[in-house]
């Protein structure tokens, strides 16, 4: 026998008499179950929520993390004289604001700048309270100043200016200067700006204001977020005004928004578990009202959300966080329970119903529960290698779904199994399944209506044809009608092409994908914040983020060489298309430094000691040059220069590809360059996902498929099952990825999440059918996929539509990432019904010839013992040998018992099975 054959018949063994065990002990399975869930529950008290998005859905081991550690040490924000160019993080404690005008026009109209000023009043007089109305304060009190400034104290004046002389004063862009000499900068403050041909501003469609806070300590922190709230009731409330339009966003809009959509799913789950309810009982009954199971599909439902509850409460009192990307697991728990559940209910129904209940259990359990062992391996393995991405929301998600996979397996095999076993009781008793009153068979019902609402169980005079369950109609469409049709050769011809047009529209969409999740996408689509980042993308694209350029290393800046390669380099940074590379946009203190020897001593020659000292004493402490004072960092005693920057200016990059292309490009000239330089940008924190999630993508999936095959070669009962399984891991993934791509589902942390869960899915729909059709008994590759078919189908369909059922809730989400989470979950579903129903059953019975069917072991035929029938509450039960009278042992192999309708027992390894008379006269044994 084969190694992959005694794998294979070790588990169906062991679960053959685990089935028996938990019939034996049936209440201590279905209560210690519950007491455990119970227990575990009780971590809930421990959970908290993770709203960080920046956390979540970029890498903490990046690139610009670590950067970020090294600006925040050699180059701190100071609130105090706070430069919006040097900010570390888009993430400011702030208040923003894009004003726009209602009717569309331009908002450097008088009556609409008279409102902006009004709101700002409003603004600026708004108290706050904490400490019960101990400390008040107000937003000059905790501003971040520049020139001793409130910002936008700028704006606001120019703002103001502007209505008082708005006839009288040009205004250029995106530089222009006050009648008194001083220069503004508007690139960030106006939107959707109209230029004439003299550079004269026409007309502008928005204008920003920020609110920026000091932060830090533990009382600006908490003074900064009340200020916040109250200045988001504020916005909500302005209603002095119908001619702005404004949206707004505050550093906590991030963290709130991800809470808020956390908790409006969970009410989904109330919704979800009515569908799947109605479903699984529905999928359970049948006309036979003894056989029928409506309550085992409530129980897989409850098992499920046992293992649910089980996995946050166990998770939440380890520490692990919940998040809104974990809000969609209980999604996914339910549709795998779902499907082991109609597994199990399937394989119960293929067992002779005259057995005895112990012997019905060890049998369904020693077929369903190998099945849904290699599912559950295969699940959980999957989303072990998923928690080794880098990416915190989705190894947080795969670490709860793994352990709730787990839990979800284990309740399957005890506290359903127990399910099981009462339910089989009630069935072998001929009770209804409803009242749980015993009834009479079909063909002794007194009248129509008994046998129509009340008949079902096994007749007195039940043969061994009649003693197989009865099959659902979808079971007997399958049999009758999808079997030979599927086989028939016109339509595995149209299956072959029908394949091969899927596979190529497959490949074409990965070849198109888009990669990213962008800040918007987090946001539900009636959000604020996600209105303020639309207007942000629409009004203000031209300017973007700055960029620092830190030479990290002591240079002799004195020197002429120095000097010209810094200005290379500088020049070099300024040529690419995603800055601007007007001079006067870069800020570099070199070149005006220069410029200043040149117009002070008619020379840049100069030494190490007067360089320095000029620098420091008299440039650094004019007032047009102050700024230079955050770029420059001195040694203690200010004799040299440790390291310094420049601060270029970015055009706004909307699209993700670009936004990898900025950033690649920005290194690689950091990189290359001939002196040791830092780059960083507050928004390659947020980039960063985009360079790591293509390969962290398919490094999962080549790990995942590898292991998954090693898996299968040893569960599945033959290699070519294993290679099979592979291939559909591949051709569904493949399906996924690319229509997904037209389907406006991006690859970001959230499809990656669903890839990941696409290799699990694949495995179980592909591992069913292929360990269906390797068991089947049919001796050509057409009757071995029709049985496969029959013995498989319906659960398989049933699985796949109650996961589609289970998460379609999430399809009219107004957040993108539940929706990206349903359209690729209800492709892999649908994939995977495809290959499993159509595209297996099809190739499976191509390759008959090489897939020989699972060897069975051969029974050393001890005593077979020979009663006449008997029936006991409906079902057929073995009697201990010595009770038996009248046997008739067989004495040689091959001889035949003459006997009909009589129960046979089989001596097999220590195991008495009983059997039908004409069962063995078919049989050589």
Same mark, same amino acid.
């Given at each position: 026998?084969?190694?992959? =054959?005694?794998?294979?018949?070790?588990?169906?063994?062991?679960?053959?008499?685990?089935?028996?065990?938990?019939?034996?002990?049936?209440?201590?399975?279905?209560?210690?179950?519950?007491?455990?869930?119970? &227990?575990?529950?009780?971590?809930?008290?421990?959970?908290?929520?993770?709203?960080?998005?920046?956390?979540?859905?970029?890498?903490?081991?990046?690139?610009?993390?670590?950067?970020?550690?090294?600006?925040?040490?050699?180059?701190?924000?100071?609130?105090?004289?706070?430069?919006?160019?040097?900010?570390?993080?888009?993430?400011?404690?702030?208040?923003?604001?894009?004003?726009?005008?209602?009717?569309?026009?331009?908002?450097?109209?008088?009556?609409?700048?008279?409102?902006?000023?009004? +709101? @700002?009043?409003?603004?600026?007089?708004?108290?706050?309270?904490?400490?019960?109305?101990?400390?008040?304060? @107000?937003?000059?009190?905790?501003?971040?100043?520049?020139?001793?400034?409130?910002?936008?104290?700028?704006?606001?004046?120019?703002?103001?200016?502007?209505?008082?002389?708005?006839?009288?004063?040009?205004?250029?862009?995106?530089?222009?200067?006050?009648?008194?000499?001083?220069?503004?900068?508007?690139?960030?403050?106006?939107?959707?700006?109209?230029?004439?041909?003299?550079?004269?501003?026409?007309?502008?469609?928005?204008?920003?204001?920020?609110?920026?806070?000091?932060?830090?300590?533990?009382?600006?922190?908490?003074?900064?977020?009340?200020?916040?709230?109250?200045?988001?009731?504020?916005?909500?409330?302005?209603?002095?005004?119908?001619?702005?339009?404004?949206?707004?966003?505050?550093?906590?809009?991030?963290?709130? =928004? &991800?809470?808020?959509?956390? =908790?409006?799913?969970?009410? +989904?789950?109330?919704?979800?578990?009515?569908?799947?309810?109605?479903?699984?009982?529905?999928?359970?009954?049948?006309?036979?009202?003894?056989?029928?199971?409506?309550?085992?599909?409530?129980?897989?439902?409850?098992?499920?959300?046992?293992?649910?509850?089980?996995?946050?409460?166990?998770?939440?009192?380890?520490?692990?966080?919940?998040?809104?990307?974990?809000?969609?697991?209980?999604?996914?728990?339910?549709?795998?329970?779902?499907?082991?559940?109609?597994?199990?209910?399937?394989?119960?129904?293929?067992?002779?119903?005259?057995?005895?209940?112990?012997?019905?259990?060890?049998?369904?359990?020693?077929?369903?529960?190998?099945?849904?062992?290699?599912?559950?391996?295969?699940?959980?393995?999957?989303?072990?290698?998923?928690?080794?991405?880098?990416?915190?929301?989705?190894?947080?998600?795969?670490?709860?779904?793994?352990?709730?996979?787990?839990?979800?397996?284990?309740?399957?095999?005890?506290?359903?199994?127990?399910?099981?076993?009462?339910?089989?009781?009630?069935?072998?008793?001929?009770?209804?399944?409803?009242?749980?009153?015993?009834?009479?068979?079909?063909?002794?019902?007194?009248?129509?209506?008994?046998?129509?609402?009340?008949?079902?169980?096994?007749?007195?005079?039940?043969?061994?044809?009649?003693?197989?369950?009865?099959?659902?109609?979808?079971? $007997?469409?399958?049999?009758?009608?999808?079997?030979?049709?599927?086989?028939?050769?016109?339509?595995?011809?149209?299956?072959?092409?029908?394949?091969?047009?899927?596979?190529?529209?497959?490949?074409?969409?990965?070849?198109?994908?888009?990669?990213?999740?962008?800040?918007?996408?987090?946001?539900?689509?009636?959000?604020?914040?996600?209105?303020?980042?639309?207007?942000?993308?629409?009004?203000?694209?031209?300017?973007?983020?700055?960029?620092?350029?830190? &030479?990290?290393?002591?240079?002799?800046?004195?020197?002429?060489?120095?000097?010209?390669?810094?200005?290379?380099?500088?020049?070099?940074?300024?040529?690419?298309?995603?800055?601007?590379?007007?001079?006067?946009?870069?800020?570099?203190?070199?070149?005006?430094?220069?410029?200043?020897?040149?117009?002070? +001593?008619?020379?840049?020659?100069?030494?190490?000691?007067?360089?320095?000292?000029?620098?420091?004493?008299?440039?650094?402490?004019?007032?047009?040059?102050?700024?230079?004072?955050?770029?420059?960092?001195?040694?203690?005693?200010?004799?040299?220069?440790?390291?310094?920057?420049?601060?270029?200016?970015?055009?706004?990059?909307?699209?993700?590809?670009?936004?990898?292309?900025?950033?690649?490009?920005?290194?690689?000239?950091?990189?290359?360059?001939?002196?040791?330089?830092?780059?960083?940008?507050?928004?390659?924190?947020?980039?960063?996902?985009?360079?790591?999630?293509?390969?962290?993508?398919? $490094?999962?999936?080549?790990?995942?498929?590898?292991?998954?095959?090693?898996?299968?070669?040893?569960?599945?009962?033959?290699?070519?099952?294993?290679?099979?399984?592979?291939?559909?891991?591949?051709?569904?993934?493949?399906?996924?990825?690319?229509?997904?791509?037209?389907? @406006?589902?991006?690859?970001?942390?959230?499809?990656?999440?669903?890839?990941?869960?696409?290799?699990?899915?694949?495995?179980?729909?592909?591992?069913?059918?292929?360990?269906?059709?390797?068991?089947?008994?049919?001796?050509?590759?057409?009757?071995?996929?029709?049985?496969?078919?029959?013995?498989?189908?319906?659960?398989?369909?049933?699985?796949?539509?109650?996961?589609?059922?289970?998460?379609?809730?999430?399809?009219?989400?107004?957040?993108?990432?539940?929706?990206?989470?349903?359209?690729?979950?209800?492709?892999?579903?649908?994939?995977?019904?495809?290959?499993?129903?159509?595209?297996?059953?099809?190739?499976?019975?191509?390759?008959?010839?090489?897939?020989?069917?699972?060897?069975?072991?051969?029974?050393?035929?001890?005593?077979?013992?020979?009663?006449?029938?008997?029936?006991?509450? @409906?079902?057929?039960?073995?009697?201990?040998?010595?009770?038996?009278?009248?046997?008739?042992?067989?004495?040689?192999?091959?001889?035949?018992?003459?006997?009909?309708?009589?129960?046979?027992?089989?001596?097999?390894?220590?195991?008495?099975?009983?059997?039908?008379?004409?069962?063995?006269?078919?049989?050589?044994?």
């Amino acid at each position: 026998m084969a190694w992959y =054959e005694i794998i294979n018949h070790s588990l169906s063994s062991i679960f053959y008499s685990y089935g028996k065990l938990i019939t034996r002990h049936k209440r201590k399975f279905l209560l210690c179950p519950l007491l455990l869930a119970s &227990l575990l529950s009780l971590g809930v008290i421990c959970l908290t929520f993770e709203n960080d998005a920046i956390y979540l859905f970029t890498p903490p081991t990046s690139r610009a993390r670590a950067d970020l550690i090294y600006m925040e040490r050699h180059f701190p924000v100071d609130y105090d004289d706070f430069i919006p160019s040097r900010a570390l993080t888009t993430q400011e404690k702030t208040g923003n604001l894009y004003i726009m005008s209602a009717d569309g026009g331009n908002v450097l109209r008088g009556e609409i700048i008279s409102d902006i000023l009004q +709101l @700002n009043a409003a603004f600026q007089a708004m108290e706050v309270t904490i400490d019960n109305n101990i400390d008040r304060f @107000n937003f000059s009190s905790i501003c971040a100043r520049f020139n001793g400034q409130c910002l936008p104290e700028f704006i606001i004046s120019f703002l103001s200016y502007l209505n008082e002389n708005g006839d009288n004063f040009l205004i250029s862009y995106p530089f222009t200067v006050f009648p008194n000499g001083e220069p503004i900068f508007l690139g960030y403050s106006l939107g959707g700006v109209t230029v004439a041909d003299d550079g004269s501003v026409v007309s502008a469609q928005a204008i920003a204001l920020n609110y920026i806070l000091q932060s830090g300590t533990p009382e600006q922190d908490t003074k900064a977020l009340q200020w916040e709230e109250a200045f988001t009731r504020l916005v909500e409330s302005w209603n002095s005004s119908s001619r702005m339009a404004i949206s707004h966003l505050t550093s906590q809009s991030l963290s709130n =928004e &991800l809470l808020a959509m956390t =908790e409006s799913v969970m009410p +989904l789950m109330i919704v979800t578990f009515c569908i799947l309810t109605s479903f699984a009982v529905t999928s359970c009954i049948m006309t036979d009202w003894v056989q029928a199971k409506p309550w085992l599909g409530v129980c897989g439902l409850i098992s499920a959300f046992l293992a649910i509850s089980s996995t946050v409460g166990l998770l939440s009192a380890c520490g692990v966080a919940f998040n809104q990307v974990v809000a969609s697991m209980p999604f996914l728990v339910i549709g795998v329970g779902i499907d082991d559940m109609f597994i199990m209910v399937a394989s119960w129904r293929h067992t002779d119903r005259r057995l005895a209940v112990e012997e019905r259990m060890g049998l369904a359990y020693s077929d369903a529960a190998v099945s849904i062992t290699i599912t559950s391996v295969t699940d959980a393995l999957a989303f072990c290698i998923g928690a080794i991405t880098p990416l915190p929301a989705v190894r947080i998600f795969c670490l709860y779904a793994g352990v709730a996979i787990i839990f979800d397996y284990l309740f399957q095999i005890t506290f359903f199994g127990a399910c099981m076993v009462y339910t089989g009781q009630r069935e072998a008793d001929g009770k209804h399944y409803l009242t749980c009153k015993k009834v009479l068979p079909k063909d002794e019902a007194p009248s129509t209506s008994y046998r129509i609402w009340c008949a079902g169980g096994v007749s007195t005079t039940v043969t061994a044809e009649e003693g197989k369950q009865s099959e659902q109609i979808i079971t $007997q469409f399958f049999r009758k009608f999808y079997g030979p049709f599927i086989v028939n050769p016109v339509v595995k011809m149209l299956v072959v092409v029908l394949f091969t047009g899927y596979l190529c529209v497959a490949v074409w969409g990965c070849l198109h994908i888009q990669e990213g999740l962008q800040l918007k996408d987090i946001f539900a689509d009636d959000s604020f914040a996600r209105k303020y980042y639309q207007d942000q993308g629409e009004y203000f694209t031209e300017f973007g983020a700055a960029v620092s350029v830190v &030479l990290d290393t002591n240079q002799n800046y004195w020197e002429k060489g120095i000097q010209n390669e810094i200005e290379h380099i500088t020049m070099d940074f300024e040529s690419s298309r995603f800055i601007h590379g007007e001079k006067q946009h870069t800020e570099s203190w070199v070149r005006d430094y220069l410029t200043f020897l040149s117009e002070t +001593l008619n020379t840049t020659n100069v030494d190490q000691e007067l360089f320095v000292q000029l620098l420091r004493d008299e440039f650094l402490t004019r007032p047009e040059f102050q700024n230079y004072n955050k770029d420059i960092n001195f040694n203690c005693e200010k004799t040299e220069i440790e390291s310094s920057r420049f601060v270029l200016k970015s055009t706004e990059v909307v699209q993700s590809t670009d936004e990898m292309e900025f950033m690649s490009e920005m290194r690689h000239k950091a990189d290359s360059a001939s002196l040791s330089l830092t780059i960083f940008s507050p928004t390659f924190i947020f980039i960063e996902q985009y360079v790591i999630i293509v390969p962290n993508t398919i $490094q999962a999936l080549l790990i995942a498929t590898g292991c998954m095959f090693i898996v299968a070669l040893f569960l599945m009962p033959h290699p070519v099952c294993a290679v099979m399984v592979t291939v559909c891991i591949v051709t569904i993934e493949t399906g996924v990825i690319g229509v997904m791509s037209l389907w @406006n589902v991006k690859l970001d942390g959230i499809s990656m999440i669903n890839i990941i869960l696409c290799i699990g899915f694949s495995v179980d729909f592909s591992s069913h059918m292929t360990y269906a059709f390797i068991t089947s008994p049919g001796k050509t590759g057409n009757e071995r996929a029709m049985d496969a078919l029959h013995t498989l189908g319906t659960p398989i369909l049933q699985g796949g539509l109650s996961t589609i059922l289970g998460i379609s809730v999430l399809s009219s989400s107004p957040a993108y990432v539940f929706r990206a989470f349903f359209r690729t979950m209800f492709l892999v579903m649908l994939f995977g019904l495809f290959h499993s129903l159509v595209f297996l059953p099809v190739f499976l019975s191509f390759l008959n010839t090489i897939l020989p069917r699972k060897t069975r072991p051969t029974p050393e035929v001890g005593e077979i013992q020979i009663e006449p029938s008997r029936q006991a509450n @409906n079902a057929y039960s073995p009697i201990p040998k010595d009770n038996v009278e009248d046997t008739q042992p067989l004495k040689n192999k091959g001889e035949h018992s003459s006997v009909c309708k009589e129960q046979v027992y089989i001596l097999y390894n220590d195991k008495r099975i009983s059997l039908d008379s004409v069962a063995i006269k078919e049989t050589v044994l």
